[in-house]
């Protein structure tokens, strides 16, 4: 998604967001200090010392940088601004996998305008992994170095690799939805959480799909998955930048037999 708003500051101030996330976090992973609480009853969605103590550190670079626009940040709500512009933060998506010791987490950073995202960062500090998205390509930052990001070619759904983080996926019509597309589908895995849709931009796999989503889980990977050539939109094929019912896919032709499926559910 392109914006008229794209800046290399903008690009600049939103890695020194990933770069201090990284540092508060890392010293809490795999640690017996994690302070981890359940934000749900009758459910587990844990929240930990780190999820939060890396958004306030986000939080104060852009009170430094960027004092001007909005935040949305899981742990701490909104804050207005006057440029228009709106950074959403997801200090750290796949808390489960975090607390489990799993590298499958990632840090979110998305910035938005009045029509979605057209920016963002998928980090994983741990395997010093960053995918970013950009009006100008996807790159990703790495052990290896830098490359570009470049989705799969279109190939039958027969082919394709399908992810989402749960099995459960939703309420049970999200289950059954996400169970048809999966039946047809060459292999399916599950429990990635934002690194599936890494993965989607990085031309490994085909699709994502997942439902209950908040606007701080997607719009970050709205942002790479389609500058690296794919698409991402709910399961009507609208926008879902918002949150709900996502469909990630690399390229349109997988996008339309996944859609044709989800639209039945």
């Keep these: 998604m392109t914006s008229p708003f794209f800046t290399p500051d903008l690009r600049r101030v939103a890695h020194l967001l990933a770069d201090a996330a990284r540092a508060v976090i890392l010293p809490y992973f795999r640690g017996n200090a994690l302070g981890t609480e359940n934000k749900l009853e009758g459910d587990y969605d844990p929240v930990t010392l780190a999820d939060r103590a890396a958004e306030r550190a986000m939080r104060e670079v852009l009170a430094r940088e960027r004092p001007q626009d909005a935040i949305l940040g899981e742990e701490y709500g909104s804050a207005s601004g006057t440029s228009g512009l709106t950074w959403v933060l997801d200090p750290i998506d796949g808390t489960r996998g975090f607390v489990s010791g799993t590298p499958t987490w990632g840090v979110l950073i998305a910035l938005s305008d009045g029509n979605g995202p057209f920016f963002g960062i998928i980090d994983q500090p741990y395997i010093g992994e960053r995918f970013e998205g950009a009006p100008d390509g996807a790159i990703l930052h790495g052990p290896m170095g830098q490359r570009a990001l470049t989705t799969l070619p279109p190939r039958d759904l027969g082919e394709a690799i399908v992810f989402t983080t749960f099995p459960e996926v939703g309420e049970q019509t999200d289950r059954d939805g996400f169970q048809a597309v999966a039946e047809r589908a060459k292999l399916t895995r599950y429990g990635m959480d934002c690194y599936a849709y890494a993965l989607v931009a990085a031309g490994q796999i085909d699709l994502v ?45 997988i996008h339309a037999q996944a859609l044709a499926i989800l639209k039945n559910y």
């Design 209 to 253: 799909i997942e439902a209950g989503l908040a606007a701080y889980d997607i719009q970050a990977p709205i942002a790479v998955v389609q500058a690296a050539g794919g698409i991402v939109t709910d399961w009507r094929g609208g926008p879902v930048h918002d949150g709900g019912r996502a469909l990630a896919a690399a390229n349109a032709e």
